[in-house]
């Protein structure tokens, strides 16, 4: 799911909120079904909703690749096999198996971020939340993001909740949020929100140009099989349809 909005709309409050770094000055927030005002639950809400933060720098602790990610199993108490066991289940699935002795202050931003995953994923989570964690990166590096975020969807079964402002990143979420001032303004799936133009270009979102052919060509009877939302998948949905 997308948490979209323009800057100051409520999308880093709201990460903050469902993984309990911040606390709600009134009224309720219920996360995997416990109240997070009440202190006996923090231990497992912050269990089941890892949160990756915007600027990777603030939660990475480990001297080593290796042992930022083992930093939340050994905190868990948890066997010294079963702390292996998610570690290079982690390490594997970011992609940092080749790094995992290198110190942190000597990755990539991408590298950072992907770190920054693999630790919360160490936890193995319900849910998974970004925090706009694509911004500063470049095109592939953010492309490659969503296409891990979207692996953990599909073979781990990890809610993942994305705040971003980017269009092409919307677009690839199952459904989307719209938020303006800390109201929620707009839910549903991505075209929905599209369609509605006025709604959407006045909270800085507009949909791309790959995203205008997409639906031209369907509006000439010439659908694209799956979701054909980026350009890889139109151009071999072209090709399958020729």
């Known amino acids: 799911m997308a948490i979209a909005g323009l800057n100051g709309s409520g999308k880093s409050t709201l990460c903050r909120l469902l993984n309990a770094l911040l606390l709600p000055a009134r009224?309720?927030?219920?996360?995997?079904?416990?109240d997070t005002?009440?202190?006996?639950?923090?231990?497992?809400?912050?269990?089941?909703?890892?949160?990756i933060m915007q600027n990777p720098d603030n939660q990475i602790v480990g001297p080593t690749v290796e042992e930022d990610v083992a930093f939340g199993p050994e905190n868990l108490a948890l066997r010294r096999d079963e702390i292996h066991a998610r570690v290079e289940e982690a390490l594997e699935a970011m992609h940092?198996?080749?790094?995992?002795?290198r110190e942190p202050h000597l990755l990539s931003?991408?590298?950072k971020k992907r770190l920054a995953a693999a630790g919360a994923m160490a936890?193995?989570?319900?849910?998974?939340?970004?925090?706009?964690?694509?911004?500063?990166?470049?095109?592939?590096?953010?492309?490659?993001?969503i296409s891990l975020f979207k692996r953990l969807r599909d073979e781990q079964g990890i809610t993942v909740i994305h705040a971003t402002h980017r269009p092409e990143e919307?677009?690839?979420?199952?459904?989307?949020?719209?938020?303006?001032?800390?109201?929620?303004?707009?839910?549903?799936?991505?075209h929905a929100?599209?369609?509605?133009?006025?709604?959407?270009?006045?909270?800085?979102?507009?949909?791309?140009?790959?995203?205008?052919?997409?639906?031209?060509?369907?509006?000439r009877g010439?659908?694209?099989p799956g979701t054909a939302l980026e350009a890889k998948e139109v151009a071999e949905g072209l090709w399958a349809l020729r």
Do not use: W
């Open 170 to 190: 919307i677009l690839a979420a199952d459904r989307v949020a719209l938020l303006g001032s800390g109201r929620l303004l707009f839910e549903g799936s991505p």
């Open 193 to 219: 929100l599209f369609e509605k133009v006025e709604l959407s270009e006045a909270h800085g979102l507009r949909p791309t140009a790959l995203y205008h052919l997409v639906r031209e060509l369907e509006q």
């Open 109 to 111: 931003l991408g590298e």
């Open 37 to 51: 005002a009440l202190p006996e639950n923090l231990f497992e809400i912050r269990r089941q909703v890892g949160l």
């Open 27 to 34: 009224g309720k927030v219920i996360s995997c079904g416990l």
């Open 123 to 145: 936890l193995r989570p319900r849910v998974l939340v970004s925090d706009e964690s694509t911004s500063m990166l470049d095109a592939p590096t953010r492309a490659e993001t």
């Open 96 to 101: 940092l198996t080749a790094l995992r002795e």
């Open 222 to 224: 010439c659908r694209l």
